[in-house]
């Protein structure tokens, strides 16, 4: 097929024709359509088609979209077991996509009035077959009430066909009682869905009533949560009940509101709520770095492909720029600017290039061409999310980011056959990112790594059958104290981890510093008859590695000090999915059942081997303060920072906490100190911070003073959040 032509590709950009004048109004109807569906169908199609765009690039991919359209037209050969002979029914997924693919390339002008007739025929004969009113749902409930029924609406509104046999089937199976009740399987990324679907259906049959359940029954979506499904007031997102899902039901979230936002702009129900606008910024960009999306928010999606990072940092890079067209002016052009940025800094997995949908390739090219818009470098600073017991911490030319597992997140998620030996990333995986590795988790790394040495974990070496632990997530440690400290630059963060399925336990801390990690872990047991080792790093590398006594260094990569511990190290090439891949390993050998055994070590990303070498040879700049299984405490005289993970009431650096909490005191030097302060467990009425020298007065913040006791009320309320007060001190 060739390639578009310019004016083809501007005409299909702005959906001037979206193929046809009539489509614009159902071909089925024999009434004059009804303005305001009008308006609704063909903002769908300009939603599809992006913004007109004329480059190489754009014209390279709806020439793509027009080939496979046509080679599917051409294939279709309907039979009683099968619209394509190569997708046997059900084919839940395949046989809808290939319509809606044909749709897509109508509505884009890339075919006549023929293509439009086949994926009528073929919406029909789908629902005869495989989709009819009153026919049995059985499987994977998703297919009968999102999946299926969205690509067949989508495919119907695309090109202006359908008619109230399909109609029927989605009403069937999709009742309006499936939005009644905010609860189940209908809540947060679903209920977005299955909202999409119903005013998809009332798109087909111009149904007032049908688009106002499905705008009304959004409203839950916007609400906070303090458990379950949903957006937490820290920025956390869950979805099946236990898993942080940014990079997946969270992605489909976005996308979907994204597009009822624009769909209904101006229409009766126009989206009024702008609570989802506070999320971009402060729910996902934390976890977007260079464009990719990080693991430790995609649930059992992460074994699914390579690259699969960047593939859902571009959806949430496309969910961005679309929910910008219905922000406002200033907001908009911050989001243009941040996914310009992304873009700009992806070199292992450029986004542009792997921008396969013609709408965001238009919408990413527009703001990269636009030279108005700056590409925003990445954030520097930390972001604690204590609900969905993750943390994010970004430096000048690096990146780490923490998974860990508590009462009410799961150390992982298998479900569908999916993610079976993902048992120990919620044991405190400790991911990091040097320049120029954006891929390090993304090339084949979980097909191919050890599932026991996943880096930063502490575990027993039982060996676990594939899939252990309840399913959907459900995989969660009895402890609550999982969280930390965080002034927004700094960070002390914690967990009592317990293993998943054997009898280990461990107290963990990681303080996060201007250029390293200082990891610390204490109280480490186990009983299993097994081996406990705690993984300094498990790169998937075959970078030369140097060791000397008490640090090591992986060349391009960073350095680690490793104080008065055996080092054990590993090269090995190793294999799974069909690839292999060289990666070096490092670890602490705690031994078989040990008692109270501990570890201290640092990461030093981007670190040279002259700087590693020299860092080792030296004073540490961080003092250890303690390292038990009451309390983890270090001192940074340089920074002026104390910083501690108090298990117990206790004191570190002149500062005693009247019960368990997290702590991160900076003192400056005019006198005055920010005392930062956070209740992992979240059952705190009050907490006391006494030092050994006077609190003289609070400068600002949720905190009082009396007698030189500095006072915070109610902790509980904070859910688990940092709150910082400002005091000025007495003299020593």
């Excluded at 002016?329 to 290039?353: D, F, H, I, T, Y």
């Excluded at 090591?552 to 090269?571: F, I, K, N, S």
Aim: aromatic fraction near 8%; glycine fraction near 12%; charged fraction near 20%.
């Amino acid at each position: 097929m060739p390639l578009p032509s310019r004016r083809s590709v501007l005409r299909a950009g702005a959906v001037a024709a979206a193929g046809a004048a009539g489509a614009l109004a159902p071909a089925r109807a024999a009434y004059t359509p009804d303005d305001t569906f009008v308006l609704l169908r063909r903002r769908w199609r300009e939603v599809t088609a992006g913004p007109a765009h004329d480059s190489d690039g754009y014209r390279a991919r709806l020439a793509a979209l027009g080939r496979a359209a046509a080679r599917h037209r051409a294939a279709m050969a309907p039979g009683p077991a099968w619209l394509w002979p190569d997708e046997a029914f059900p084919s839940f997924t395949a046989t809808p996509r290939r319509l809606r693919i044909m749709a897509q390339a109508y509505a884009l002008g890339l075919g006549d009035e023929g293509l439009a007739r086949a994926v009528a025929d073929g919406v029909e004969h789908y629902r005869r077959h495989v989709y009819p009113a009153g026919g049995r749902a059985t499987g994977n409930w998703w297919h009968w009430q999102i999946g299926v029924p969205r690509s067949l609406l989508e495919a119907s509104v695309l090109t202006g066909t359908g008619g109230a046999a399909l109609a029927e089937a989605v009403d069937h199976y999709v009742p309006e009682r499936r939005l009644a009740r905010y609860e189940g399987n209908s809540t947060a990324a679903n209920r977005v869905d299955l909202c999409v679907v119903t005013l998809l259906r009332a798109m087909l049959g111009d149904d007032h009533g049908k688009a106002a359940v499905a705008v009304s029954a959004l409203s839950p979506v916007f609400e906070t949560v303090s458990e379950g499904d949903g957006f937490y007031r820290d920025g956390s997102f869950i979805q099946h009940t236990f898993v942080p899902y940014q990079g997946a039901y969270g992605v489909t979230l976005l996308s979907g509101l994204a597009t009822l936002y624009a769909v209904l702009r101006g229409s009766p129900w126009d989206l009024a709520d702008r609570r989802i606008f506070d999320t971009v910024e402060g729910t996902y960009a934390p976890f977007v770095r260079d464009g990719a999306c990080m693991d430790l928010v995609r649930g059992r999606g992460v074994g699914r492909r390579s690259f699969g990072d960047h593939e859902r940092g571009r959806e949430i890079a496309a969910a961005v720029l679309l929910l910008g067209e219905s922000a406002p002016a200033g907001v908009r052009e911050r989001w243009r600017a941040m996914v310009k940025g992304w873009a700009a800094r992806g070199a292992s997995r450029p986004m542009l290039e792997h921008a396969a949908e013609p709408a965001f390739h238009a919408r990413l090219a527009a703001v990269i061409d636009d030279g108005a818009v700056p590409a925003a470098a990445e954030p520097v600073g930390h972001r604690l999310l204590p609900m969905s017991a993750r943390a994010v911490h970004r430096r000048p030319g690096w990146c780490a980011a923490l998974s860990m597992a508590s009462h009410r997140i799961g150390h992982y998620e298998h479900g569908n056959g999916e993610n079976l030996r993902g048992w120990h990333t919620g044991s405190g995986m400790l991911y990091w990112w040097a320049e120029g590795h954006g891929d390090q988790y993304s090339d084949a790394f979980w097909p191919t790594v050890d599932p026991y040495r996943l880096p930063g974990v502490t575990v027993s070496t039982l060996r676990l059958p594939d899939g252990a632990g309840a399913g959907w997530g459900d995989t969660r440690t009895p402890w609550r104290w999982v969280g930390g400290a965080t002034d927004g630059v700094h960070a002390a963060v914690g967990q009592h981890l317990s293993g998943l399925e054997s009898t280990m336990e461990a107290f963990k801390s990681w303080f996060f510093l201007d250029d390293a990690v200082l990891c610390l872990g204490a109280g480490i047991t186990g009983a299993d008859g097994a081996a406990v080792e705690t993984i300094v790093d498990n790169r998937r590398t075959s970078a030369p590695l140097t060791e000397g006594e008490g640090w090591a260094h992986l060349d391009g990569h960073g350095g680690y000090l490793v104080p008065g511990q055996e080092l054990r190290t590993l090269r090995e090439r190793r294999g799974g999915g069909g690839a292999r891949r060289a990666y070096v390993t490092l670890w602490l050998d705690h031994g078989v059942d040990p008692r109270s055994a501990s570890y201290r070590y640092t990461l030093l990303p981007g670190a040279s081997r002259q700087e590693t070498r020299a860092r080792a040879a030296a004073p540490d700049p961080v003092r250890v303060l303690a390292n038990t299984s009451r309390l983890q405490a270090v001192h940074v005289p340089a920074l002026g920072l104390t910083a501690a993970c108090f298990w117990n009431a206790g004191t570190a650096g002149g500062v005693r906490a009247s019960a368990p909490c997290a702590v991160l005191v900076r003192e400056r030097p005019d006198g005055t100190a920010a005392v930062t302060v956070a209740d992992p467990r979240c059952d705190l009425d009050e907490l006391t911070l006494t030092w050994a020298r006077p609190v003289l007065e609070v400068l600002g913040g949720d905190a009082v003073v009396s007698g030189g006791v500095l006072t915070f009320e109610r902790p509980a309320r904070w859910e688990g959040a940092s709150v910082t007060a400002t005091v000025r001190l007495g003299d020593r």
